[in-house]
C-alpha cells in the first residue's frame, strides 16, 4: 500500500520558519516528480512546490520563492519543504503529493496521484 505521510506542521509566529516532511511508503518514488500543494479553508488546493530529477530540479509558486525550498533524500523516501519568513497567509493544510508523469503542467493537482492526508501550518500574526 502506497502512502505519503506528511509531519512537522504546527502554530508558528509570522516571521518564523517551520520544516515539513513527507514520508514515502509501498514504493520509491526516487524518479517521480514530488510536489507541495497548500488549501486555506475556502479555498482550492494551490501549488506550491515541486522537485524532479536526480539534479533537484525545482519550481516554485511565485508567492514563496526566495521563502520556501523544497528537497528530498531518495535514501529515505522523504520529501521535505522548508519554509522560512512565514506569513499569516501561509496559513493552510500542506499537502504531499507524487507524480509519475505529468501530461500538461507541473502545477495542476491533477497530474499527481499519490496524496498524503496533510498536515496543518498556522502563522500568527
Known amino acids: 500500500q502506497v502512502q505519503l505521510v506528511e509531519s512537522g506542521g504546527g502554530l508558528v509566529q509570522a516571521g518564523g520558519s517551520l520544516r515539513l516532511s513527507c514520508a514515502a511508503s509501498?514504493?520509491?518514488?526516487?524518479?517521480?516528480?514530488m510536489g507541495w500543494f497548500r488549501q486555506a479553508p475556502g479555498n482550492e488546493h494551490e501549488f506550491v512546490a515541486t522537485?524532479?530529477?536526480?539534479?533537484?530540479?525545482?519550481d516554485y509558486a511565485d508567492f514563496v520563492k526566495g521563502r520556501f525550498a523544497i528537497s528530498r533524500d531518495n535514501a529515505k523516501n522523504t520529501v521535505y519543504l522548508q519554509m522560512n519568513s512565514l506569513k499569516p497567509e501561509d496559513t493552510a493544510v500542506y499537502y504531499c503529493?507524487?507524480?509519475?508523469?505529468?501530461?500538461?503542467?507541473?502545477?495542476?493537482?491533477?497530474?499527481?496521484?499519490?496524496w498524503g492526508q496533510g498536515t496543518q501550518v498556522t502563522v500568527s500574526s
Open positions: 503529493a507524487a507524480a509519475d508523469a505529468v501530461r500538461y503542467r507541473i502545477n495542476r493537482e491533477e497530474e499527481y496521484t499519490y
Open positions: 509501498g514504493r520509491t518514488f526516487s524518479s517521480s516528480r
Open positions: 522537485i524532479i530529477g536526480s539534479r533537484g530540479t525545482t
